[in-house]
């Protein structure tokens, strides 16, 4: 909210500096985030009285005025309607700058001469305002600077106000919590008026069919007024908050509004059929045009209505049919309170947030409600004219029970570990506007003001010591260390931070994306199961409407993002929760990590060139999910064909360690890899990562280390390519004994000299004996024992030699 | 026979002759060990004078040996064939890097274990109750409204802060409670250079007896201390949550100016860092603690903001481009 500093020196004394005020606001939490010092009004423009205008002889639009400036009579140009004889304007004379930087210079406009220019607000940097030229106050004598007639430039705070302080949305409320600060009082403005004529009850009726919804409505009624612009100091408070001038009628409910905090709405009183409102639901199908000429459905909404159908939503924005027009002369004045969960449905169904319904919402003081109403009257009958019905229609049904709360002096200290004096928190306590109904050694007790409704609690009391009596005043000591015990969470937390550093040892860079996934991602990338994924039902924007089934599309993604910045050897995992519908339709998480790999990321010192073959890329895949298994101790790492969408086929698989499912790699199929421009095949695996934990608490059981030496023996097999890696080691198996310790493949060999779809594989196979020192004889008594399985098993050739 | 062996050295022409001449003076039958039974059978009085002797043309003599040996290796390149080039590049295993967002968290984590916390987790996907209404937030809040967090269709939503996680602690346990929760939440705001609608906080909670302000002080001015650097101050300024009583916010002096006023800290010289305050007694009879025995102080922070400020990040949305030359800076 913004706050003119002059404003809030009329309700209370101050020494303090913007800056020092800013600064004692933000430490007694009302953060100040802006302090925005007014410009001067231009040199060289100054007040002008217009003497006479006619007609430009050469242009429709253009006129002359002969105007006072206090030197003497001077014509200028002019093309603002409002310019008429009598009317004081400001004139920048030859040589003043406009807010534009334009500087103003003598000069001929269709042949006739103007020796400078009347201006309207927004060519003077006051508003944005160009509907015609700025009047000035009568009287003001023509020749005399406007930075003068201004007065001097003030200062505005710009305050965050918290949710719970709606009473400081507003001029008084900022000035309760100075005078509180400063310990000084605070000056409420004058609101008595004289009242003519006949009841405001005679004049006008209301009903209010919903009184939980509007707990009260009051109803001033105004005749004989003349809508007109405002008058500038008071267009010039709106500006400085940001609210735009309408005429002295809105302005003034909208002028009260800053002041108070109380959203006041002014009726066309002779546009309201039958003279009277009625406070309801909006009936079905019921449809009204709002001032901002938007139609909008009510059906309900909290709304006044007149005979007609309603006139305005309660609350949040008057309608159009009853709004305040140049040839309005009657007005009723509304002031109400309504209930705040009524004007949040309102508000956030219409999808509008206005001055008022975002202070209806966070709450009002019902006993605010008379007080605007009477300032509101008091400043049209100044502003418009007019007279003012007698008294005021109020439908209330009385004011709430005084909320009365005890603060414990003790629990001050033991709640803040600081010692505040009982005095002081007395003292302060009734700086805020708390009566004080009670007070022994030991506590006291206060009454709660009505524009206090945070305050329910001793606690919500206490907050109001700490931060009035000063939080930096509050100790910060050395923390003790207590030890409470944690849940198996400290576990998992602690086996994931492993596993990151796992991954991140093998060579991966981790990576982040959002839990939301595009569906269009989706279609080119397809992982997960549609019928259980979760949607968003309001997502902030379509590429993020899914909540993510699984980690690989965008690991995908993210691969080919970095490849269309020119970084090929990629080498990435993610960790990340997944979601999916359960069949409760509530929503099951699971946590998982993806691998993702493109060329040789992690190889240095003459990596090699050209693309990583399908072979490599694959390969390079398993082995670091085989490496993660080593050191995740989940035992060896087996691989089973299958097909998924996303992965092209024959080079997908699922993965099996320890007995159990832990997820699926393969390479990124064909065609999604040529149309993102890859450089070459994209490994991509995603595994389960409470999978991957299960041996995570494990404690490793210390085994001999070997004392004797073994014996390796090398075989060359020959075989039909049809024999895979896996059928050789499970036949070197099945013949060797259990002095077989390691069976290794080094080398694999393709040639003609074979024959046409066979295979030369190469094995090392080390025996030894926990026992004793193995024989030679032992070694190849086992090397033919495995030989004669390997032709049995696999028809295979031995190789001799 | 030492001018005779050190010429000898000399004289040899490359590494095998200098091996032979090893030999033949040091080797186990070399020419020198002759000398050993001599020194035996010497008369006493010469005895130490010979074997001083002895030892000072061994001595001699293998320098002379590593002396030519050397020569003859740096000779060697020239003399007969290229030598091995060492300005090759090293083969090695690049490892990867930890998201500044993971270290963070793990930081903070490793920071508030030696304060006695352990680390607690609770689901992204959380009940409104969970969310909101048990951590005291009026049923009309606009934080309710779908505008502003994601609702689903279960009518579960997506977790708005990770406060949650405190009354899943305080539902399944007894005081005493020490206990951090980082994870992801979820708000729609628009993404811009400092607003995700995906984002992570790190949630504290401590439960006790006479647990106060003060308290909250020192463990986030420790904290402060332990991540920022030993200068950094902590303000802490008056605010509101639904959930504390009293509420703060916290701010940590700039770590670039040091308080003075700069670009980053836009001249206030602090740098906004979260919320934290004491329990409110409302929150804990939501969950069945009784608010006149226990006391205990929350807080959270932003993990984005906090890497931001402590590697200089200035945009909030390169965390989750994951572009690898951003990424492998951090190692």
Known sequence: ?801 | MKDEAQAACAAAADLAALEQVRVRYLGRQGLLRDITPALKTAPAEQRAELGRLANALKTALAEALAARRAALAAGAAGASGPRFDCSLPGRWHRPGTLHPVSRVIADTAAIFRTMGFTVADGPDVETGYHNFEALNTPPHHPSLDATDTFWLASGELLRTQTSPVQIRVMESRRPPVRVITPGRCYRRDTTDATHSANFHQIEGLVVDRDVSLADLKGTLAHFAHLMMGPRVKVRFRPHFFPFTEPSVEYDFSCHVCGGGGCRVCKDSGWIEIAGAGMVDPRVFMKVGYDPEEFTGFAFGMGVERMAMIKYGITDIRTLYENDVRFLEQFR
């Open chain 1, 1 to 801: 909210m913004k706050v003119p500093i002059a404003w809030l020196r009329e309700c209370v004394d101050f020494d303090a500096t913007p800056g020092a005020l800013a600064e004692a606001l933000t430490m007694s939490g009302m953060e100040v985030e802006g302090i925005v010092a007014e410009k001067r009004a231009p040199d060289g423009v100054v007040a002008a009285r217009i003497v006479a205008v006619t007609p430009h002889p050469d242009a429709d639009r253009l006129r002359l005025c002969r105007v006072d400036d206090g030197r003497g009579e001077v014509e200028v140009v002019c093309g603002a309607d409002n310019a008429a004889p009598g009317v004081t304007a400001p004139l920048a004379r030859p040589g003043a700058s406009l807010a534009d930087g334009t500087v103003v210079r003598e000069s001929a406009i269709r042949g006739r001469a103007s020796a400078g220019m009347l201006c309207a607000e927004d060519e003077l940097g006051l508003s944005d305002d160009h509907s015609g030229i700025m009047i000035l106050p009568d009287g003001v004598r023509p020749g005399t600077p406007l930075a003068e007639v201004l007065g001097p430039p003030d200062t505005v705070l710009e305050v965050e106000v918290t949710w719970n302080r709606p009473d400081c949305l507003s001029i008084m409320g900022v000035a309760r919590e100075v005078g509180a600060i400063f310990r000084r009082p605070v000056r409420r403005p004058d609101v008595s008026f004289a009242e003519e004529g006949g009841p405001a009850a005679a004049l006008a009726a209301v009903r209010v069919e919903d009184p939980a919804g509007c707990p009260r409505y009051t109803a001033r009624v105004l005749t004989g007024v003349r809508v007109a612009p405002s008058p500038w100091w008071l267009r010039r408070r709106l500006l400085q908050c940001g609210v735009r001038p309408i005429n002295n009628v809105v302005d003034v409910t909208n002028y009260v509004l800053l002041e108070c905090g109380h959203p006041l709405h002014a009726f066309d009183r002779e546009r309201l059929e039958g003279r009277a409102v009625v406070v309801r639901r909006g009936r079905p199908g019921e449809i009204m045009a709002t001032i901002d000429g938007a139609r909008r459905k009510v059906e309900g909404l909290l709304v006044i209505a007149d005979a007609a159908g309603p006139v305005a939503v309660a609350g949040v924005m008057g309608g159009m049919k009853s709004e305040i027009r140049p040839a309005t002369s009657a007005v009723l004045i509304e002031s109400a309170r309504f209930h705040p969960p009524a004007i949040r449905a309102a508000s956030s169904a219409l999808g509008l947030s206005t001055e008022s319904s975002y202070r209806f919402e966070r709450g009002v003081d019902g006993e605010g409600v008379d007080w605007a109403s009477r300032r509101a009257a008091a400043l049209m009958l100044r502003t418009a004219g007019g007279s003012a019905a007698r008294g005021v229609i109020d439908l209330y049904a009385g004011p709430p029970a005084p909320r009365r709360v005890t603060c414990r002096f003790a629990r001050v200290r033991s709640l803040l570990g600081m010692e505040v004096p009982a005095d002081e928190i007395v003292d302060i306590l009734s700086a805020l506007g708390m009566g004080v109904a009670g007070r022994t050694a030991a506590a006291c007790e206060v009454v709660a003001p009505g524009y206090r409704p945070d305050i329910e609690l001793e606690a919500d009391l206490i907050e109001e010591v700490a931060r009035l009596h000063g939080l930096d005043r509050v100790p910060a000591p050395m923390p003790a260390c207590r030890v409470a015990p944690g849940g198996p969470d400290e576990q998992e937390a602690r086996a994931l931070d492993g596993l990151r550093a796992d991954l991140a040892a093998l060579g991966l860079s981790e990576i982040m994306n959002y839990s939301f996934v595009s569906a269009d991602l989706l279609k080119t990338v397809p992982a997960g199961d549609p019928a259980t994924r979760v949607e968003l039902p309001n997502p902030v924007n379509r590429d993020q409407s899914v909540l993510r089934d699984s980690l690989l599309p965008q690991m995908a993604a993210t691969v080919g993002r970095n490849v269309s910045r020119q970084s090929c050897d990629l080498g990435l995992f993610e960790i990340g929760r997944t979601f999916a519908r359960k069949a409760d339709g509530t929503t099951a998480e699971k946590t998982r990590v993806a691998l993702g790999l493109l060329g040789r990321p992690a190889r240095i010192g003459m990596p090699g060139r050209g693309a990583a073959t399908g072979e490599e890329t694959f390969l390079e895949l398993k082995g670091l999910i085989e490496g993660l298994c080593v050191c995740r101790r989940l035992g060896p790492l087996q691989v089973e064909s299958v097909a998924f969408p996303a992965l092209e086929d024959g080079w997908a698989v699922a993965l099996r360690a320890a007995g159990a499912v832990i997820g699926m790699a393969g390479l990124l199929r064909e065609d999604i890899a040529r149309e993102w421009r890859l450089p070459g095949p994209a490994g991509l695996a995603e595994l389960d990562v409470a999978a991957l934990l299960a041996g995570a608490f494990d404690v490793p059981v210390c085994r001999p280390v070997p004392l004797y030496p073994a014996v390796a023996r090398d075989i060359a097999l020959v075989v039909d390519e049809s024999v895979t890696h896996a059928r050789v080691l499970e036949a070197i198996a099945a013949g060797a004994p259990k002095e077989l310790t390691q069976a290794c493949l080094f080398d694999t060999f393709r040639s003609e000299g074979i024959g046409k779809d066979k295979k030369s594989l190469a094995y090392s196979l080390v025996y030894r004996a926990m026992d004793r020192t193995l024989t030679d004889e032992d070694a190849n008594a086992y090397h033919e024992a495995v030989k004669n399985v390997l032709r049995k098993k696999l028809n295979a050739q031995i190789r001799e030699g």
